[in-house]
T-cell receptor, first 116, second 116 residues
Framework: AQTVTQSQPEMSVQEAETVTLSCTYD???????LFWYKQPPSRQMILVIR??????QNATENRFSVNFQKAAKSFSLKISDSQLGDAAMYFC?????????????FGKGTKLTVNP | DSGVTQTPKHLITATGQRVTLRCSPR?????VYWYQQSLDQGLQFLIQ???????AKGNILERFSAQQFPDLHSELNLSSLELGDSALYFC???????????????FGPGTRLTVL
């Protein structure tokens, strides 16, 4: 069974600084997707960024970028120029791509605090 | 706003009761997923429907059932409720068009269920 591990239950960063959230996963599949979702206090799950496993190039979305190391099964999220609005729980998720089933397997989450 | 709607936002009920949670996917999305978020289990995949048919099942209890209707909205039925069923239940949707391959899932705002 696939597992996703986020080893940092909590992280903090100063406003305007850079922070990296870690995620490792375990799978025997070769074709899959990886995601980072953000959950602010409103509890809404918001997609931050997505990475296809077959792509070597790391995904970027404005201030958010990933470091995808397929061999190491590592998928970290870097947030640059952190803003107060970035404070939230961040969940790493592995997405299946087989037989029409696309369930997501989530890590336990990392709570990010942004200090002014 | 993800375009996925869920009703009700909050639900308080007693043990042994039955409730129905409703989800309307984004316009054009064919897949609906249900997830449960609890403090001890984290975010867990329950079930997926694609165009009215069950596509994948996760850790869904026998007391729980779901269906997707011809207009693509979905309902999650929870019966014989126990205290441990208290959680945030999310619906997500994906898959505009022909068979999705780990298309991005967009989440609704969730239904918070409290069982007393």
């Amino acid at each position: 069974a696939q597992t996703v591990t986020q080893s940092q239950p909590e992280m903090s960063v100063q406003e305007a600084e850079t922070v990296t959230l870690s995620c490792t996963y375990d799978t025997s599949e070769s074709d899959y997707y990886l995601f980072w979702y953000k959950q602010p206090p409103s509890r809404q799950m918001i997609l931050v960024i997505r990475q296809e496993a077959y792509k070597q190039q790391n995904a970027t979305e404005n201030r958010f970028s990933v470091n995808f190391q397929k061999a190491a099964k590592s998928f970290s999220l870097k947030i640059s120029d952190s803003q107060l609005g970035d404070a939230a729980m961040y969940f790493c998720a592995w997405g299946e791509s087989r037989g029409g089933s696309e369930k997501l397997v989530f890590g336990k989450g990392t709570k990010l605090t942004v200090n002014p | 706003d993800s375009g996925v709607t869920q009703t009700p936002k909050h639900l308080i009920t007693a043990t042994g009761q039955r409730v129905t949670l409703r989800c309307s996917p984004r316009s054009g999305d064919l897949s609906v997923y249900w997830y449960q978020q609890s403090l001890d289990q984290g975010l867990q995949f329950l079930i997926q429907y694609y165009n009215g048919e069950e596509r994948a099942k996760g850790n869904i209890l026998e007391r729980f059932s779901a269906q997707q209707f011809p207009d693509l909205h979905s309902e999650l039925n929870l019966s014989s409720l126990e205290l441990g069923d208290s959680a945030l239940y999310f619906c997500a949707s994906s898959g505009r068009g022909a068979p999705p391959r780990s298309d991005t899932q967009y989440f609704g705002p969730g239904t918070r269920l409290t069982v007393l």
